[in-house]
């Protein structure tokens, strides 16, 4: 297998309110929009897993699970197996860190976007991706699952 390659996703801090408003929706889409969608064209295996993740909460009216299990699939076409994208991809998102501050209450929380520390493990087992997420992001998964019925984009989807 390649090693995961080099351009990790590290998250630029996420400056936000621990009491989390509706108001944050607009912060909440700009901090997506550059830490995945401009960080990795539509058919890198990250971006991929995330759609898939966010397909279910919606599927699942706005209900984060404990985890989330996929099919390994034929995800992009390239010189690397699925299996080696999935390999990859997960990697980047281990990278993924999360700063919450609130600078006035001298607060300020590291979150990893992955949970590492359950039993179930994430990884690629016989063929089926697991994935699961650190709870204390379940708001913002959540947030991002809801950002095109709350703010619509405003050019048209492709």
Known sequence: MHPPPRRLPFSTPFV??????????KMVRSHWNKNFVRKFSPGEPVLFLMARVLHQIRSDGYVIRDH???PLEETTPGENTPDEQIYCALHQLDAVRFSFEMAALKHYHVRRLLEDTQERRI????????????????????????????????????
């Open 68 to 70: 989330y299990v996929f």
């Open 123 to 158: 990884g690629c087992v016989d063929g089926l991706v697991t994935l699961l997420f650190n709870p204390g992001l379940r708001d913002y998964l959540l947030n991002v699952a809801q950002l095109d019925e709350i703010l619509p984009t405003s050019r048209p989807l492709s």
């Open 16 to 25: 936000l309110r621990l009491a989390y408003e509706q108001a944050d929706f």
